[in-house]
């Protein structure tokens, strides 16, 4: 790939290019020592045509807090997909490309008033709630708010528990809320549940939408009108791994519960769709050779290599995500392979990238890739000791437009898709 100072724009790539040949073209080119993303929207709709396969009856709304990038909101928006935002500025950053603010939801179960009257002044109607407080809030602030009752119902593995945070317990606490909404005046329209981000136990699913079906059916008998349903979040997106088990719990427990085209079904997928289509290049720029033998004291017995973003930065994932990041060097190795650590820019001791990996030697300017760092990364990252948060290079292969005219799965959103790539790319040959 050319690359230039000026390049921001989409670049499309021939046949021969990949990740790896534009990581590579951008390492080498001498005018990027940082480290950077490159995107490749390719892989985004690719997720967004398995998603739509897996799951035909679930509308997904992408949780913009897992990867808040413009043009991954671009891309989707296009794709016809709806949105989870958690606050005002969320909310302005998906309205200012044009979505309807019926494509939202503001999934965030406890609220802010003034983004709530911000949700109010835009248009933004639908909102999650879990506690009788908010709903007073809402009462007050958005007395034309479209409801959603968020219960519990928790996956005994995930990646990120949230239940011991927000929602109501579906038996005793659930029903109390509906009440009160009816006795507030609010119009409850449906009832939703996160089993917990990078959900590992698929037949949860079953079990909340089982919850959901009793609350549907008590919120009919005190007077309401629900017809929508929202299953939340928690789907894997990391390469190699696969939404088929929750796709096939999930559809039959619509089958059996909600066996209707009178009710609504989304979702909140964030890291399915971007995990994957983010990749984190890294350069070492310094190195500390540990011998720590008493009877070698000239043998290395441990490389330390210090790259240039960490968990301040990119590598937040580690802390607050609970990932594990794999380092795969950019030129081969050969000769001794030697037990080494990467360590990140900052002067914080906490700042480990990964604490023990077999690697071959590598010298100061060596590049190290970092796979599947869509999720939960950027949009947590800070410029922490003055070290600056990474560039994104986005991508898309030139077969992906073609791809895309003749898939019948999507057929909304192929116009406004197409016009978002020709507004916004550029060819590069390779």
């Known amino acids: 790939m050319k690359v230039t100072n000026l390049d921001e724009r989409i670049h499309v790539l021939e046949d021969a290019s990949n990740v790896t040949t534009v990581i590579k073209d951008i390492a080498l080119s001498g005018l990027q020592e940082e480290a950077f993303y490159v995107l490749d929207i390719g892989d985004i709709v690719h997720k967004h045509q398995i998603w739509k396969e897996k799951m035909p009856r679930v509308s997904p709304y992408y949780a913009v807090k897992c990867n808040d990038n413009l043009s991954v909101i671009e891309v989707l928006a296009a794709l016809g997909t709806g949105f989870d935002c958690a606050s005002k500025s969320e909310i302005n950053k998906v309205l200012s490309l044009g979505v309807d603010p019926s494509r939202i939801i503001f ?8 983004h709530i009257r911000h949700a109010a002044a835009v248009g933004v109607d639908v909102m999650t709630v879990d506690n009788e407080n908010e709903l007073h809030k809402i009462k007050k602030l958005h007395p034309n708010a479209k409801i959603v009752i968020r219960i519990r119902c928790d996956a005994e593995v995930a990646q990120c528990q949230l239940g011991m945070k927000f929602g109501c317990d579906p038996i005793y606490e659930a029903p109390n809320l509906l009440r009160l909404s009816r006795v507030l005046g609010l119009d409850v329209i449906g009832i939703s549940f996160h089993v917990g981000s990078g959900c590992q136990d698929p037949p949860v699913f079953h079990r909340a ?27 894997p997106g990391n390469k190699g791994t696969s939404i088929d088990k929750i796709a096939d719990v999930v559809n039959k427990a619509l089958d059996e519960y909600f066996n209707t085209d009178s009710v609504h079904v989304i979702a909140e997928p964030g890291r399915f769709y971007v995990a994957s289509a983010f990749t984190l290049a890294t350069s070492i720029h310094s190195k500390r050779s540990v011998r720590g033998d008493e009877n070698s004291p000239n043998t290395v017995t441990h490389n330390m290599y210090y790259i240039n973003d960490g968990v301040y930065g990119s590598f937040n994932c580690l802390l607050y995500d609970h990932q594990h990041v794999t380092p795969i060097p950019l030129k081969k190795g050969y000769g001794k392979i030697v ?92």
């Open 209 to 235: 939408i089982r919850h959901c079906k009793t609350l549907f059916d008590l919120a009919m008998d005190i007077g309401f009108k629900p017809h929508l349903l929202d299953i939340g979040g928690g789907y």
């Open 339 to 430: 037990p080494s650590s990467i360590w990140g820019p900052t002067c914080d001791g906490l700042d480990q990238v990964v604490e023990n990996v077999l690697l071959h030697e590598m010298d100061l300017g060596d590049w190290i890739i970092f796979e599947n760092m869509g999720a939960y990364t950027l949009p947590v990252a800070s410029p922490f000791n003055g070290f600056p948060v990474p560039k994104v290079h986005t991508i898309v292969d030139e077969n992906i437009c073609y791809f895309y005219e003749r898939s019948d799965v999507h057929a909304y959103g192929k116009q406004n898709f197409t016009c978002f790539l020709t507004l916004n790319t550029q060819i590069l040959l390779t």
């Open 107 to 114: 999934a965030n179960p406890a609220k802010p008033a003034s």
